[in-house]
T-cell receptor, first 112, second 117 residues
Framework: AQSVTQPDIHITVSEGASLELRCNYSYGATPYLFWYVQSPGQGLQLLLKYFSGDTLVQGIKGFEAEFKRSQSSFNLRKPSVHWSDAAEYFCAVVSNTGKLIFGQGTTLQVKP | NAGVMQNPRHLVRRRGQEARLRCSPMKGHSHVYWYRQLPEEGLKFMVYLQKENIIDESGMPKERFSAEFPKEGPSILRIQQVVRGDSAAYFC???????????????FGAGSRLTVL
């Protein structure tokens, strides 16, 4: 069965520091992968997606993610974090029945 | 161009009452998905509907929960005889079509937060 694992439940970084959020997926074929962000009390906003092609994908708000098939990973990165990036981040994969399967989420705190 | 609209945003019910959550998809979207987010957990798929059809309800609890997406009007997620464990955020998402390859981007609403007293 398809699954997504986000190993880090909470991450704290200082403003201006770089960020990497980990995501590992389990899927037999070429996966369709997503990162969403959820601010407190809000819905989910799509940051970026990978369907095919270039394994380094650029998203909104300065985020990028790299698909690594050999590691079954799709880690999210940002070179310099802003205080407004504090939120919960979800990695997701499309299942073989077309559903989005989400990871548990990673809560990002940003220290001033 | 309004996004996915969900209402109510917050709903409080006492145990045993009914909860109805509504979702209006984006204009031009005919596919609706409902997800539930329990406290401290990720989003779990509940049901996928097209107009007048339930396509996949594999994530729906067997009892008390039902969903519909009529020809006219919003999609409705209905929870009968609510219990405290139903307290959660319920998110609706829509898409214009279902890609046979799975390359489908969902747009999410802001969610409806149900509290059962």
């Amino acid at each position: 069965a398809q699954s997504v694992t986000q190993p880090d439940i909470h991450i704290t970084v200082s403003e201006g520091a770089s960020l990497e959020l980990r995501c590992n997926y389990s899927y037999g074929a070429t996966p369709y992968l997503f990162w969403y962000v959820q601010s407190p009390g809000q819905g989910l906003q799509l940051l970026l997606k990978y369907f095919s092609g270039d394994t380094l994908v650029q998203g909104i708000k300065g985020f990028e993610a790299e698909f690594k098939r050999s590691q079954s990973s799709f880690n999210l990165r940002k070179p310099s974090v802003h205080w407004s990036d504090a939120a919960e981040y979800f990695c997701a994969v499309v299942s073989n029945t077309g559903k989005l399967i989400f990871g548990q989420g990673t809560t990002l705190q940003v220290k001033p | 161009n309004a996004g996915v609209m969900q209402n109510p945003r917050h709903l409080v019910r006492r145990r045993g009452q009914e909860a109805r959550l509504r979702c209006s998809p984006m204009k031009g979207h005919s596919h609706v998905y409902w997800y539930r987010q329990l406290p401290e957990e990720g989003l779990k798929f509940m049901v996928y509907l097209q107009k007048e059809n339930i396509i996949d309800e594999s994530g729906m609890p067997k009892e008390r929960f039902s969903a519909e997406f009529p020809k006219e009007g919003p999609s409705i997620l209905r929870i009968q005889q609510v219990v405290r464990g139903d307290s959660a955020a319920y998110f609706c998402a829509s898409s214009p079509m279902r890609s046979s390859s799975g390359a489908n981007v969902l747009t999410f609403g802001a969610g409806s937060r149900l509290t059962v007293l």
